[in-house]
């Protein structure tokens, strides 16, 4: 029996030619057999086999002793062509779903003239990937001494540097560890989680009070010489790190790293080694930020204690965590990518919504997002002549008296009313502490120029520091568009990077929607107009503390003091904690004044998030 090729190749790869000949000739029908699909994995028996990030071998045999070339097509995932060791012989290839549902898998088979001697297809059913094989949620209550694992995972202890009891990540998603950085910070789960030599992942979310000035541990497993693996915050690299320990006989480990490590913002990180691909991958908040690819390279066998907040080292424990770390999972498969972008999701939550209707004593209400007639928050603050313009009553109907004419740009840009801004001094704000130092965040408004044709800078939104503006939305007098420009610091010599976004502006009916959008784990602020992306992402090399930054609407703050003012109208702005994604930003835009997209449970709004576009 002729001996099969192996092949192996993981969803989404690009290691064989994306245009393959399918079909491209073919012999007569007579001459073209039926391919025979095999798998010890993923049978075609109409039943769900276990799942996601998990490879299986995949045989085809044409049964045509003619066959000298294969192509085949993972639907949506996968294709490429593979070559028996002798003509007619079979040929494996292994295979990784990315995601749980229905799979089709197509082969043909061709001769030596390229003409098709046999076809094949097999549907078969992927279900969700495997549970971890442990995990620790870290929600225990304060006081407590071990940190209880869910199903069979036992318990972690904890060290005297551990406070349990701590505010989690998200809204009411429970309470979290807190490490103070000591030799007393850790968990220490007595035993091993993972086979380091196989494939497998290992996740947390965890938050820095301030910017790290060390290589700190989250999660590692004990080596003979140190760490198994190791996710944590690497101080060489200044960023996020996944490394594992080279097997006996190699000198260096192998580590990627990535990812901004803003403090005071929580974070997710996954790191998963694909032991079949030879892939090391790193993600932080769903996010890829790193993989390295080195096919056969061996790794070491850490199968000592995991650990959360230290790692293993030759003279004892090193890398102590100063942070709070929730929901460590260890898994022993791949954790494909849409399972890392799921795991990885950031929860922005609206902070405040100013619906400008109304304004008592000269200030506009935080209105609460589940009950909008009752305050909030603090209100936005109108100044220099500002005031709260509201549709008039024309009297009659125009929907069903057709002698009913009224001006579209007299009704105000959402709801009943809208901030009015005279170009001058007008212009409405609020006091510095609704942002986080560096944590990602996003503004959203609705705004109407009276004119397009302006020649001088115009500001809708600013964050304004004490001698410039950190970033700012205007309409730019010398491009006449929507332009995003941040500066690097809060100083009037700071580097200020500005981009024309290339949108002309309305000065009609609604307006435009904006949306300004900061990720601070990738350092990348964002513009979008009526929804969609205005342009590229624009890299943010800042050291501002944005909780010291007040929102300014309608001006920013220019070198030579306040100025810059808006002329037209103004409406429904949001500030939200976290970085609104491509999805989530079309859907704010359409809500309607008043409204808000809410979860169950959650005191303010929350909408669903990468933190990233993709």
């Not at 029908?29 to 490879?55: F, K, L, N, Q």
């Not at 059913?125 to 304060?142: M, N, T």
């Not at 190791?230 to 190699?250: C, Q």
């Not at 057709?402 to 001006?407: A, G, K, S, T």
């Amino acid at each position: 029996m002729t001996a099969a090729l192996t092949v192996v190749f993981a969803a989404g790869g690009t290691g064989l030619p994306a245009e393959l000949p399918f079909g491209a000739t073919t012999a007569a029908a007579a001459d073209i057999e039926p391919v025979t699909i095999t798998s010890d994995r993923y049978p075609d028996d109409g039943r769900p086999h276990e799942g996601a990030g998990e490879y299986g071998s995949f045989t085809f045999d044409a049964g045509s002793a003619d066959a000298v070339r294969y192509t085949y097509d993972f639907t949506g995932q996968a294709r490429g062509e593979v070559t028996p060791s002798a003509p007619g012989g079979p040929v494996t290839v292994r295979f990784m779903p990315e995601k749980a549902g229905p799979h089709r898998l197509s082969v043909k088979a061709y001769d030596r003239a390229g003409y098709t001697v046999g076809t094949g297809s097999s549907w078969f059913w992927v279900s969700s990937g495997r549970a971890p094989q442990a995990a620790w949620p870290l929600g225990d209550p304060e006081g407590s001494e071990h940190a209880e694992g869910t199903g069979s995972t036992p318990s972690a202890t904890a060290g005297p540097g551990v406070t349990f009891g701590r505010p989690g990540h998200g809204w009411n998603t429970g309470t979290a560890a807190a490490l103070d950085g000591t030799s007393g910070a850790y968990l220490d789960a007595q035993g091993s989680a993972l086979d380091t030599r196989k494939a497998f992942a290992v996740g947390a979310w965890v938050y820095l009070p301030e910017r790290p000035s060390r290589s700190m541990t989250v999660v590692s497993q004990d080596g003979s010489d140190g760490p198994g693996f190791a996710l944590g915050y690497d101080d060489e690299a200044d960023a996020w790190a996944f490394r594992v320990s080279p097997a006996e006989g190699t000198p260096l480990s192998w580590a990627v790293s990535g990812g901004a490590a803003p403090r005071q913002s929580w974070i997710h990180l996954l790191g998963v080694y694909d032991a079949e691909l030879g892939s090391l991958r790193l993600y932080v908040n769903g996010r890829l930020a790193r993989e390295d690819i080195q096919r056969g390279r061996a790794v070491a066998t850490g199968a000592g204690d995991l650990q959360i907040g230290r790692e293993a080292s030759a003279s004892g424990y090193s890398g102590h965590l100063r942070g709070t770390v929730a929901d460590v999972r260890a898994y022993d498969r791949v954790v494909p990518a849409p399972e890392a972008e799921e795991l990885g999701v950031a929860q922005p939550h609206q902070v405040a919504y100013w619906p400008l209707e109304s304004a008592t004593g000269g200030v506009a209400p935080d209105m609460d997002p589940k009950r909008t007639d009752e305050p909030a928050g603090v209100g936005l603050s109108l100044r220099g002549g500002a005031s709260i313009y509201t549709t008039p009553d024309p009297g009659c109907d125009p929907g069903t008296d057709p002698d009913c004419v009224v001006d579209p740009n007299a009704y105000a840009l959402s709801g009943n009313g809208h901030l009015a801004l005279d170009g001058s001094t007008a212009y409405a704000d609020r006091a510095a502490g609704l942002l986080g130092p560096e944590d990602s965040f996003s503004i959203t408004a609705r705004a109407r120029l009276s004119s397009r044709d302006a020649d001088e800078n115009q500001t809708v939104l600013s964050l304004s520091g004490h001698s410039t503006q950190a970033v700012v939305v205007r309409y730019s007098g010398s491009t006449r568009r929507w332009e995003l420009a941040v500066t690097s610091r809060d100083d009037s010599g700071a580097t200020v990077t500005a981009r024309d976004t290339a949108v002309l502006p309305s000065a009609t009916g609604s307006g435009d929607h904006l949306a300004l959008v900061y990720d601070a784990t990738t350092r990348e602020v964002r513009l979008y107009v009526n929804g969609q992306l205005a342009g590229a992402e624009t890299e943010w090399a800042n050291s501002w503390d944005l909780s010291t930054t007040r929102l300014e609407v309608g001006r920013s703050m220019t070198t030579s003091g306040s100025g810059d003012h808006f002329s037209g109208a103004v409406d429904e702005v949001r500030v939200f904690q976290g970085a609104l994604d491509a999805d989530a930003v079309p859907v704010v835009s359409i809500l309607p004044s008043g409204s808000s997209v809410s979860e169950p449970g959650d005191p303010r709004t929350g909408l669903t998030s990468r933190g990233s576009d993709t």
